[in-house]
């Protein structure tokens, strides 16, 4: 009987998790969507579109850095829900304004919604399943961001044959807002609040032998390898949100594509792993840059979107699960929280500082810095591959 009920409430408090931080995710990019609709009916530069996809960027650094510390302290439950209530409610509000400077300011809004959504999703899952099963359904719920990322802009382009920009955000929204009650009812944050035993019991019991493997914060800081996944972090993830945020623009604009072709582009030992998919990434961006023309084949254009879609998610999800795991058990949401931090601020450059660099430059010249990046990056992970990967105090034994 304890078996059912545990596979009924992991069933659906996964699916509702999965639902919702697909929404979270779709209601992260519709601005981005919907630019081409948005430039038709308000006059924005290049400018005005950094300051409004960097304003969320930095919103969603802080939020979600708070968040991921803060996380076992307040109940993942509400959190999730309250946070994707936020998230529906401005881009309800996005869609009745018409000025820059309230669209950033809505845009900050909802970046601070954001960072509610992915901390309480590693607490529910570390709740729900066994440690075992941690990294494959960390995995699967990910898929989530791909999910949202691949068929959103599809999506939109279908509904924007047939209604505005502003419907779009707002059906969006009130579908956000409707599933934030779902979550409230659906989600439980731990089994014993549905009268089954916790899955961290054995875990409690074992305390004296894991509390050699705590550190102190200061010894966790002063790790090299907490740096170096964050540095990588920053920019991979702001490579990766420069081209799902500006390639439909560059392809358009400068490539002389299809908005139907713009919109396509959005794609899903470690180190290898890693360095393999950074790679892919850096090698797709340079055949994206180089080989599109306006007679391009659109089969070539959505296999190099499609690739590097796959290099690019791939990566995101290890550095978090990465972090998880290589850090000191104490501090785990702490690791997570800084490396997502980095990743945030690498989100926060690909917005103002990116759209400035194409004004000025040319899409060109923009994509090929994100490139240069991304390429310096993935050497230099290369060459340290073999630096130590526990992060805090390590015993002289377990050294």
Request: a positive charge; hydrophobic letters at 50%; aromatic letters at 14%.
């Amino acid at each position: 009987m304890a078996t059912a009920s545990y596979g009924y409430y992991r069933a659906t408090i996964f699916l509702a998790m999965f639902a919702g931080y697909t929404l979270y995710y779709f209601n992260r990019k519709t601005f981005s969507f919907v630019i081409p609709s948005v430039m038709e009916e308000i006059p924005l530069d290049k400018d005005d579109m950094g300051m409004i996809t960097s304003s969320q960027s930095l919103a969603y650094g802080i939020s979600k850095f708070i968040s991921g510390v803060l996380s076992d302290q307040v109940s993942a439950r509400w959190l999730f829900s309250i946070g994707l209530f936020v998230v529906g409610g401005i881009n309800v509000v996005f869609s009745r304004s018409s000025t820059v400077a309230v669209f950033s300011v809505l845009w900050f809004l909802n970046g601070l919604g954001q960072g509610f959504g992915w901390p309480p999703c590693g607490r529910l899952l570390r709740k729900w399943f066994e440690p075992s099963q941690f990294g494959t359904w960390w995995a699967i719920l990910s898929c989530s961001m791909n999910l949202a990322g691949s068929l959103g802009p599809i999506i939109t382009l279908v509904l924007a044959q047939t209604y505005s920009w502003r419907t779009i955000l707002a059906a969006s929204g009130l579908i956000c807002v409707a599933l934030s009650f779902v979550c409230l009812l659906v989600i439980k944050n731990e089994p014993k609040d549905v009268g089954l035993p916790n899955l961290d019991v054995a875990a409690k019991k074992k305390k004296g032998a894991a509390s050699g493997e705590e550190s102190s914060l200061a010894e966790f800081l002063l790790s090299p390898y907490l740096w170096l996944l964050s540095l990588s972090y920053l920019v991979v993830f702001g490579v990766k949100t420069a081209c799902t945020d500006w390639g439909q623009l560059f392809l358009i604009q400068d490539k002389g594509q299809s908005m139907l072709m713009g919109l396509r582009i959005h794609g899903n030992p470690r180190h290898f792993i890693l360095m393999v998919m950074m790679a892919g990434m850096v090698a797709s961006m340079y055949l994206f840059r180089v080989t599109v023309s306006p007679d391009s084949p659109k089969v070539w254009i959505l296999s190099l979107g499609a690739a590097f879609g796959f290099s690019s998610y791939g990566p995101i999800a290890l550095f978090g699960l990465i972090a998880n795991e290589s850090a000191p058990s104490n501090l785990c949401g702490t690791s997570h929280a800084i490396v997502a931090l980095m990743a945030n601020i690498g989100g926060f450059l690909s917005g103002l500082p990116f759209g400035t660099i194409a004004k000025h430059h040319g899409w060109e010249t923009a994509f090929w810095v994100a490139e240069v990046l991304c390429g310096v990056t993935t050497v230099g992970f290369f060459l340290l591959r073999n630096i130590r990967t526990k992060m805090g105090n390590v015993s002289k034994k377990a050294d």
